[in-house]
Every structure is written in structure tokens, then in C-alpha cells.
T-cell receptor
Framework: GQQLNQSPQSMFIQEGEDVSMNCTSS?????WLWYKQDPGEGPVLLIA?????ELTSNGRLTAQFGITRKDSFLNISASIPSDVGIYFC?????????????FGKGTHLIIQP | DAGVIQSPRHEVTEMGQEVTLRCKPI?????LFWYRQTMMRGLELLIY????????DSGMPEDRFSAKMPNASFSTLKIQPSEPRDSAVYFC??????????FGPGTRLTVT
């Protein structure tokens, strides 16, 4: 099946630093979503992107839907301890996730105080 | 508002036993999805329903897996017979048609 390449696999950063992670695909998606998962919990939706080129912010988080529709990135500014977790990108072929999502393997974010 | 509800949160069973996982989607949502998460394969879609009708079950690994959605507020994922390689965290998610998916807390299944 379709695979999303998410990088980096893990990040070790200092509190206060900015974070950047991205996802690429070999085929086009019509919706990109970013989720965060804490241990023992389900993924929590952070940002949803529906249009190529779209740039969307949610507090300190900013995500973009690549122009080619084959990639997306997520930035976190001024990281804080509660940002620790696993971040997943996900793509949908439908306009909005009416079909199942294809997930990346995740980026483990670890913040050193 | 209540989110997606899954039960049980943890299930330990012996190989060969039948396992039933349950999901209550967010009220008003009309799409429901079952995913499986493992270290090796990450998050994978198993099956999804729109308006209680199964749309795509191509992700269901084997005939041992079956899913039903008898009404808009309840779905089950059944494994019969279970095998150790079925050990994983199983997530249910729901959405409005053409809307973002919201995940439940998951069921951690261990098959010994």
C-alpha cells in the first residue's frame, strides 16, 4: 500500500527551540492532517489542510500543504515540555478524510530542559 | 462532549480465543474507522464505514477479522480465533463525512 515518508524519525531538542518535521508521498493526497500521540492515548488532531499551498496555524504550530500535494510540513515554535510525544502526518485521497487515512511512521519529539 | 469511546481499554487473552472490541463514535458522526497500531507497521487502516455501511475492508488482515456496525452509535471488531501476532493497539475513529477523524483511546490487545 501507499507509504508516507516522515522525517526525522526522532528529535532531541532543548526547550525553547523551534521544531520542524515533514512528510512526503509518492502519490497525491487531497487532505493532509497532523496528529500528536501521547503514551497510552489515541492520536489527537492538531491541524488539517485541504488545499495545495495552504498554510495553517494553531497556536505555536504551523503546517503547510505542499504545492505538489505530495508533501507537508509541521513547525512548532518555542517548544515547551508538553510538546513531547509522537507526531504523525496522515494523508487522505478524499477531500476531508471521508476515506481511511494513510499514516507516516511518526516523529518522536524529546525535549531536554 | 464525549469523544470516541472504546472498550475494553486492555484485553489479555489466550491464543485461539475470540476477542471482541467495541466502539461508540462521536454522536452525529457518520463515518467510523478501525485502525491497528504496532511498532513494526505503525498505524494501519483496517476497515471503515460510511452511514453504517462497510466501504473498504481491504486492510482487514485475514478472514479471522470481522467488523460490524449495526447502528450509528456502535461498532465491533471481532477476531476469531485470535493469534499472538494480533497483539497490537486497536483504535476506532469517527468523523462527519468529509470531516476530520477523531480517535478513541484505543484497546491494547495482548494474545498469549
Amino acid at each position: 500500500g501507499q507509504q508516507l515518508n516522515q522525517s526525522p524519525q526522532s528529535m532531541f531538542i532543548q526547550e525553547g527551540e523551534d521544531v520542524s518535521m515533514n512528510c512526503t508521498s509518492s502519490s497525491i493526497f487531497n487532505t493532509w492532517l497532523w496528529y500528536k500521540q501521547d503514551p497510552g492515548e489515541g492520536p489527537v488532531l492538531l491541524i488539517a489542510l485541504y488545499k495545495a499551498g495552504e498554510l495553517t496555524s494553531n497556536g505555536r504550530l504551523t503546517a503547510q500543504f505542499g504545492i505538489t500535494r505530495k508533501d507537508s510540513f509541521l513547525n512548532i515554535s518555542a517548544s515547551i515540555p508538553s510538546d513531547v510525544g509522537i507526531y504523525f502526518c496522515a494523508g487522505s485521497y478524499s477531500g476531508g478524510g471521508a476515506d481511511g487515512l494513510t499514516f507516516g511512521k511518526g516523529t518522536h519529539l524529546i525535549i531536554q530542559p | 462532549d464525549a469523544g470516541v469511546i472504546q472498550s475494553p481499554r486492555h484485553e489479555v487473552t489466550e491464543m485461539g480465543q475470540e476477542v471482541t472490541l467495541r466502539c461508540k463514535p462521536i454522536s452525529g458522526h457518520n463515518s467510523l474507522f478501525w485502525y491497528r497500531q504496532t511498532m513494526m507497521r505503525g498505524l494501519e487502516l483496517l476497515i471503515y464505514f460510511n452511514n453504517n455501511v462497510p466501504i473498504d475492508d481491504s486492510g482487514m488482515p485475514e478472514d479471522r477479522f470481522s467488523a460490524k456496525m449495526p447502528n450509528a452509535s456502535f461498532s465491533t471488531l471481532k477476531i476469531q480465533p485470535s493469534e499472538p501476532r494480533d497483539s497490537a493497539v486497536y483504535f476506532c475513529a469517527s468523523s462527519l463525512l468529509l470531516g476530520e477523524q477523531y480517535f478513541g483511546p484505543g484497546t491494547r490487545l495482548t494474545v498469549t
